[in-house]
């Protein structure tokens, strides 16, 4: 028994009442930043059996029209060049005007998870036919790692007793391997925009992302889609900061007529930098990202971590550099660490009074959730290094996810003391209690944990 033999022999038992569901709902800019990352497939077929593959998702469009434009298909090995659209449903072509507006008559490529309803082909207003290709829910739920249930029940699971009932040999046989299918699923994705963007997007959306943390990861992902690093940098450095400001739509012109007196002369001069490159930048409200300040502590507000990101460009090159070298990442952890800039050592947004005690960017629990999310993954193997980061006190899912399998917090103590524990735990929780429509009453993992033996590490 391995830990993917054991999904596989789970799935094909709990999957049976996933058609009673209701067809799950998805937003449509998610899915637009997930296929933009690579985290669908490179290679479909089309509605007319035409073979599709993917060479590159091209750039966000600030204007009128298709979602992505510049982007290249091979469309049965012939190469096509233009814009690509994402719909939900594949209606939405003609519901939308699409099929009139001379904004889309260039599209190569209409991309739909939905393609229920009335047989139609996908045209232009000149009515040229567009290939179609149809995104799965199943595929797009991997790629949002959306699991089918958002939490199990807050009780302990049917797993309790045989889990209790193993050796203490096998169970951490059983967490090594689900923290070692986590991280290789981690290692996928970013591999997967690496290989369309390079190392060096795929770093910088990926920090973008960590910095997010939780309520703004999408907006700070989209951001760092739209500001591609290889362009940002073409910039003088002295207008990065007020380009990805910007960008994110946190200027406008008399925004420094409103803050303390003493950063006022400072955010005049970041309106005057961005009005040199807003109209190259600028997207409609209707694209601009949906930041969240709500239950927001000072020092995750989106305009600070916004700031670190923009500080952490400053020195991308390094960044990139330090990122590539073998664990434990010291140089990385050094070099961000230590980022700072005058006026965000002070202030914890754009309008907030000084603060007398300097304030870091870039704390050391988010850096090393970062290593544990996205570098240490990348390098299976230094496994053994990995196993000796520590783990952070236990969040709420790692909690549930102890309550579920454990019994307890207390019972899963011996699982908490490092990193890749957590991340086992966290796995194990997706993967069956979340994908077990039965409220644990058909679930088969309890049962399939007798034929686990512990291997040799």
């Not at 040999?169 to 090594?176: I, K, Q, W």
């Not at 406008?252 to 930048?281: G, I, M, Q, V």
Request: glycine share 4%; charged share 25%.
């Amino acid at each position: 028994m391995t830990y993917l033999r054991l999904l596989e022999v789970t799935a094909a038992e709990t999957n049976i009442l996933a058609e009673n569901q209701t067809p799950p709902s998805f937003d449509e800019i998610e899915v637009q930043s997930r296929w933009f990352s690579g985290y669908f497939s490179r290679n479909h077929q089309s509605n007319h059996s035409q073979t599709i593959s993917i060479i590159s998702p091209g750039e966000w469009n600030r204007g009128a029209g298709p979602d992505f434009i510049n982007a290249t298909i091979e469309v049965d090995g012939e190469s096509r060049h233009g814009p690509i659209e994402l719909d939900l449903d594949s209606r939405n072509w003609e519901r939308h005007g699409h099929n009139q507006s001379k904004h889309f008559d260039d599209v190569i490529l209409h991309i739909v998870i939905n393609d229920s309803g009335p047989t139609f082909f996908t045209r232009t207003s000149n009515h040229r036919d567009i290939p179609r290709i149809i995104l799965s829910p199943a595929e797009v739920n991997a790629a949002l790692s959306r699991p089918r249930l958002s939490q199990a029940l807050a009780r302990p699971g049917r797993c309790l007793q045989p889990l209790a009932q193993m050796t203490a040999a096998d169970v951490t046989s059983l967490l090594r391997e689900s923290a070692k299918h986590r991280a290789q699923l981690k290692a996928a994705r970013f591999q997967g925009t690496a290989q369309l963007h390079g190392f060096s997007q795929a770093l910088w959306e990926a920090l973008a992302d960590s910095l997010g943390f939780s309520a703004n990861r999408l907006p700070m992902r989209l951001l760092a889609q739209r500001l591609p690093i290889k362009k940002l940098l073409k910039h003088r450095p002295e207008d990065l900061e007020a380009i990805i400001f910007g960008t994110a739509e946190f200027l406008s012109p008399n925004l420094h007529k409103t803050a303390p007196y003493d950063s006022r002369e400072w955010l005049e001069d970041l309106w005057t930098r961005w009005w040199k490159h807003r109209h190259d930048y600028e997207y409609p409200i209707t694209r601009t990202p949906a930041w969240s300040t709500r239950a927001t502590r000072p020092g995750n507000h989106p305009q600070r971590r916004l700031a670190a990101l923009a500080t952490a460009a400053l020195q991308w090159p390094v960044v990139t550099k330090f990122a590539k070298e073998a664990p434990p990442f010291k140089n990385f952890l050094k070099c961000l660490s230590n980022l700072n800039e005058p006026f965000w050592n002070h202030h914890h947004t754009l309008l907030s009074a000084r603060t007398e005690k300097p304030i870091k960017l870039i704390g050391k629990s988010r850096l090393e959730e970062f290593l544990i999310n996205t570098l240490y993954p990348l390098h299976p193997e230094h496994w053994a290094e990995f196993q000796k980061v520590r783990a952070a006190a236990p969040n709420q899912k790692v909690k549930r996810s102890c309550e579920r399998l454990f019994g307890s917090l207390a019972n899963a103590k011996p699982h908490l003391k490092f990193a890749w524990q957590q991340q086992a735990l966290l796995q194990v929780y997706q993967d069956f209690c979340l994908e077990d429509l039965s409220n644990c009453t058909e679930c088969s993992f309890p049962k399939q944990l007798a034929q686990w033996k512990s291997t040799d590490d």
